[in-house]
């Protein structure tokens, strides 16, 4: 099993930024993709980006495609999302875990699982 801890939120004006960090210990960390997901009130977890066990491959939620960098150091078991030019649709729990199910780098929800506690994203207008 995976534990996952994530760190970094908080409350950012509009255009602002914010480095949010993912620490991993448990099971071995650089064999699996990692993804971040967030969620608003009122909403559904959506995805936002993963990134391969490598760290080549990313994907991106097209919302946040050009603003946002996944990226990871297996050697210190962290994944990390970088988010710039941040937009008041941004403010949400973010919340990274680990892909357990499916192909490939997957965006499905349900497809990850070992979920950390979240981070609180707050953007203000």
């Known amino acids: 099993q995976v534990q996952l801890v994530e760190s970094g939120g908080g409350l950012v004006q509009a255009g602002g930024s914010l480095r949010l960090s993912c620490a991993a210990s448990?099971?071995?960390?650089?064999?699996?993709?990692m993804g971040w997901f967030r969620q608003a009130p009122g909403k559904e977890r959506e995805f936002v980006a993963a990134?391969?066990?490598?760290?080549?491959?990313?994907h991106y939620a097209d919302s946040v495609k050009g603003r946002f960098t996944i990226s990871r150091d297996n050697a210190k078991n962290t994944v990390y999302l970088q988010m710039n030019s941040l937009k008041p649709e941004d403010t949400a729990v973010y919340s990274c875990?680990?892909?357990?199910?499916?192909?490939?780098?997957?965006?499905?929800?349900?497809?990850?699982?070992?979920w950390g506690q979240g981070t609180q994203v707050t953007v203000s207008s």
């Open positions: 875990a680990t892909q357990t199910q499916g192909w490939g780098i997957s965006r499905t929800v349900y497809e990850y699982a070992y």
């Open positions: 990134v391969s066990w490598s760290g080549i491959s990313t």
């Open positions: 448990g099971r071995a960390f650089s064999g699996y993709v």
